[in-house]
């Protein structure tokens, strides 16, 4: 009887110009909805694998078109498959010669090299970091064509720079002491390899900013016949009488150094990436000026899932215009906020410095009223772009050695969080 009551009333309601409860209630609804009270700001979205790692922070084969990164397929040293490497071709040395006498023979000599050339393409991102850490290990390979006399044998062959040498080159039978040397045949190439960490540790970047002076040390041995007359019986093949000796000549070619795609840090190093679109860039003008106008507080949320065996000691967080990251000295209308109160752990690693997990770690921090305002100044420039810079350090557990595994993977979510006035009151 009640709900019969009920339709009978409301054709008398509208009848007399009155608005029905339904209608009622939308006309007390505010025209426009309610400011929410917190909206979320997304700044940055780093989702990438170590692959794509080299080409974030390093410029990948772009700016190192002699720098190629690669996935190990086969073990050397304490390389891993599945370990990424670098590969880095090194300049021939051709025309090179020296003279050993016969007094030489069985006794560990030096002798100078033609100054090896720059080596080139290796941008300087990559040039920064090999300039921060050391290597764990790193293998120089080359090619050797001995062109005067008819055949040389060696024993613990190793290139020097300064006071530092590569380990006894081998060949690949696993020859090279002075028990077991290497023997050269003239115009036939052998290829020999070199444990080189120390050597490139000590010259750091510098062969890739000019010419490196080079000098061989070996044992020149007789043949296998014990002949310490061998050199002078090569009469007319680079061997005299007077001085009694041969002058040694060969080609030095088709070197390579193949490394670890990581390094020895027990100090922070800093790594930087590209400047990449930031996802704010999408959100309408007005509501970036209703951000500016009504903005109470801000906080600042940082979301890190990693597999890279690097603990971060701090993140810089750079927002600004155009595709160049400013971290050093950012224009007005930049804003970079730097993290740095916790160092976030490394993911945990095996003794070699492989990650075997995965740490996630979420940061928020308070902006200060002047952070707000360049904050807020920065989300209205046009073209915008965040970047990271990340200042890292190797793990404890493997001497602070860490190496990079084609499966790790860093992801990495910035956004600000903005606390509105009401309805904008």
Not at 100 to 120: C, H, K, S, W
Not at 152 to 167: E, I, R
Not at 233 to 241: E, P, R
Request: proline letters at 10%; one cysteine or more.
């Amino acid at each position: 009887m009640h709900f019969r009551r009920t339709l009978l009333i409301l054709p008398l309601l509208a009848a007399c110009g009155l608005p029905s409860p339904d209608q009622a209630r939308r006309n007390l609804a505010p025209k426009d909805p309610l400011t929410p009270e917190y909206r979320d700001i997304p700044l940055l979205r780093l989702e990438v694998k170590a692959t794509e790692l080299y080409d974030l922070l390093f410029g990948g084969a772009q700016a190192n078109p002699n720098a190629q990164l690669l996935v190990l397929s086969q073990a050397q040293g304490q390389m891993q498959p599945g370990d990424l490497v670098l590969k880095i071709g090194v300049p021939d040395i051709p025309n090179a010669s020296f003279f050993v006498g016969i007094g030489d023979l069985g006794q560990t000599i030096e002798r100078n090299l033609p100054p090896l050339a720059q080596i080139p393409g290796v941008g300087p991102q990559l040039q920064n970091l090999l300039a921060q850490i050391q290597l764990p290990e790193a293998y120089l390979s080359q090619e050797v064509v001995l062109t005067s006399p008819q055949k040389v044998k060696v024993g613990n062959l190793a290139a020097c720079a300064g006071n530092t040498c590569t380990q006894a080159f081998q060949d690949t039978q696993g020859r090279g002491s002075t028990a077991n040397p290497l023997e050269f045949f003239n115009g036939q190439p052998l290829r020999i390899t070199a444990e080189a960490s120390a050597l490139f540790n000590a010259l750091g970047p510098a062969p890739f900013q000019g010419p490196t002076a080079l000098r061989l040390s070996f044992v020149p041995l007789p043949t296998l016949q014990q002949d310490p007359g061998y050199y002078l019986g090569q009469l007319g093949s680079g061997c005299n009488l007077l001085p009694p000796g041969c002058n040694v000549a060969m080609n030095i070619q088709s070197g390579e150094v193949l490394a670890p795609f990581g390094g020895q840090a027990p100090n922070p190093f800093t790594v930087t990436s590209k400047a990449l679109t930031s996802p704010v860039s999408s959100l309408p003008p007005e509501v970036l000026a209703d951000l500016k106008e009504h903005t109470l507080s801000t906080t600042l949320t940082l979301e890190i899932s990693t597999s890279l065996p690097t603990e971060v000691e701090a993140l810089t967080l750079w927002l600004g215009s155009g595709t160049t990251p400013r971290f050093t000295n950012p224009d007005p209308k930049d804003f970079v906020y730097t993290y740095n109160q916790a160092p976030i752990p490394a993911a945990p690693v095996d003794g070699q410095g492989r990650s075997t997990g995965t740490q996630s770690a979420t940061v928020q921090v308070n902006l200060s009223q002047a952070e707000i305002g360049k904050f807020l100044e920065a989300l209205t420039q046009p073209d915008l772009h965040a970047a990271a810079q990340l200042r890292l350090r190797g793990p404890a557990d493997s001497g602070s050695v860490f190496r990079f595994k084609v499966t790790d993977s860093l992801k990495i979510f910035a956004k600000g969080t903005a606390r509105l006035k009401i309805g904008g009151q």
